[in-house]
């Protein structure tokens, strides 16, 4: 019976750091967003591969790997480009 309250807790941290995976991208209208290709452009000219490009509700979102060749996912206003939120490999 310790099954059920162990699966819980495991349900809820899963559900838990799905929350906290989404940045949170200031709005802009559509007809404000740099255009995409401009976007990767600007991306890779600051030493970032692109492995992926999305746009993920109101960001800009990549995965691929920095100068260092680390991992990341970062995502960026669709506006201006600034870095909303950046994991980076370890």
Do not use: R
């Amino acid at each position: 019976m310790k099954l059920i309250p162990v699966l819980a807790g495991l349900l809820a941290t899963l559900v838990a750091s799905t929350a906290f995976a989404k940045a949170d991208c200031t709005a802009h209208p559509k007809a404000e967003w740099m255009k995409e290709a401009d976007a990767k452009a600007k991306i890779e000219a600051q030493g970032y591969t692109i492995k992926k490009f999305k746009v993920d509700g109101q960001c800009y979102e990549i995965y691929g790997k920095n100068k260092d060749g680390k991992k990341v996912e970062i995502y960026f206003d669709t506006k201006t480009l600034d870095v909303v939120k950046s994991e980076v490999e370890k």
